[in-house]
């Protein structure tokens, strides 16, 4: 197999289905696990094998972990075996380090570190990616070119991963929060509520469109907008009287420090694993010593 994914969940899937309708990778080259037997049903829609042992997805050329981090050491846990040197590992995981990724697999893995989003669904994502010094620059490239299937791609260093973690991986969620309140504006106005968030949605995808088409500043684009003693200018007057950029980075802060809260935790669980693993082979060669002696 040429892709295996461990964790066919909300992310997986979007991944999943992104790459799939690129053409990249042949359905018949993916295989995929879920813990519970309602999941696989659901995966198998997808067209590709799937399987409830993750030794077997462990065994493809290629491995996405798209886990929640809580579950890593499990997965991993029953994975180490079988995952050859040749192996490329990706993990999608918020607030887990590559460091703590391999101290997981208790010796040296190709490991590819993603932050994707889920608009990957319909090739809109944006992921950001960082690999460890095994991975071959021919591998990366595979893995650019992967993710590149599912929206844009950029290279960034380890440390930015936090902060992607919140700008793109997460934003999704408070977008549609926005997108949900001004379709409720609109209803309020008297807009019927299905045609209400088609016209929320399309906002938002062509504002998106003009920052990264056009390359002007988002607040020269705000001002096209604003007429002096026009209708925007109450509106903004309004947002900002009610903090919302303020509210939107004090919330994005919020979501950053929280990945770097799990990725201190992960790093310093793997600490106490590898002080654990010396204890135990200091205690082995005295064993050894023991019974040579
Ligand atoms: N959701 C998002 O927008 C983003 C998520 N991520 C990262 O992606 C990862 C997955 O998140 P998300 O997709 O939201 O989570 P989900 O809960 O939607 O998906 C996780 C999947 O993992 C499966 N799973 C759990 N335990 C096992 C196991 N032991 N063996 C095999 N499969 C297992 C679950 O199966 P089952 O359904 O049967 O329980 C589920 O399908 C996380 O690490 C997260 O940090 C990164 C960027 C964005
Ligand atoms: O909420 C989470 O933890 C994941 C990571 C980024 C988006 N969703």
């Not at 809580?70 to 590992?89: D, N, W």
């Not at 690999?131 to 650019?144: G, K, M, P, T």
Request: hydrophobic share 45%.
């Amino acid at each position: 197999m040429k892709l295996g994914v461990i964790g066919a969940g909300n992310m997986g899937r979007a991944i999943i289905s992104g790459i799939l309708s690129s053409g990249l990778v042949n359905k018949n080259d993916v295989i995929a696990s879920n813990a519970t037997e309602a999941s696989r049903n659901e995966t198998v829609k997808l067209g590709i094998a799937v399987s409830g042992d993750n030794a077997d997805v462990a065994r493809a050329e290629n491995l996405l972990i798209a886990v929640k981090p809580a579950r890593l050491s499990q997965v991993i846990g029953e994975i180490a075996p079988v995952v050859k040197p040749s192996t490329l590992v990706i993990s999608v995981a918020a607030g887990t380090p590559i460091a703590a990724l391999e101290e997981l697999f208790g010796r040296q893995v190709q490991i590819v570190r993603a932050m994707p989003n889920t608009p990957a669904l319909v090739r809109e994502g944006m992921t950001a990616l960082c690999a460890n010094s095994l991975v071959s620059e021919e591998s990366f490239a595979w893995v650019q070119a992967l993710f590149a299937t599912c929206g844009r791609v950029e290279v960034v260093p380890e440390p930015l991963m936090d902060a992607v973690g919140t700008v793109s991986g997460a934003s999704p969620a408070w977008v549609y929060m926005l997108i949900e309140a001004m379709a409720d504006g609109a209803v309020r106005d008297g807009m019927p509520r299905a045609q209400a968030y088609k016209f929320a949605a399309q906002s938002v995808l062509g504002a998106a469109k003009m920052v990264l088409e056009t390359g002007l500043h988002p607040g020269a684009l705000k001002d096209q907008v604003t007429s002096p003693a026009g209708t925007t200018i109450e509106a903004l007057k309004v947002l900002e009287q009610r903090g919302f950029r303020g509210a939107v980075i004090e919330a994005m802060g919020a979501c950053t420090e929280k990945s770097r809260r799990m990725a201190a935790a992960a790093s310093a669980a793997g600490c106490q694993k590898k002080a654990g693993a010396q204890e135990d082979s200091g205690r082995l060669s005295s064993l050894l010593k023991a019974l040579k002696g």
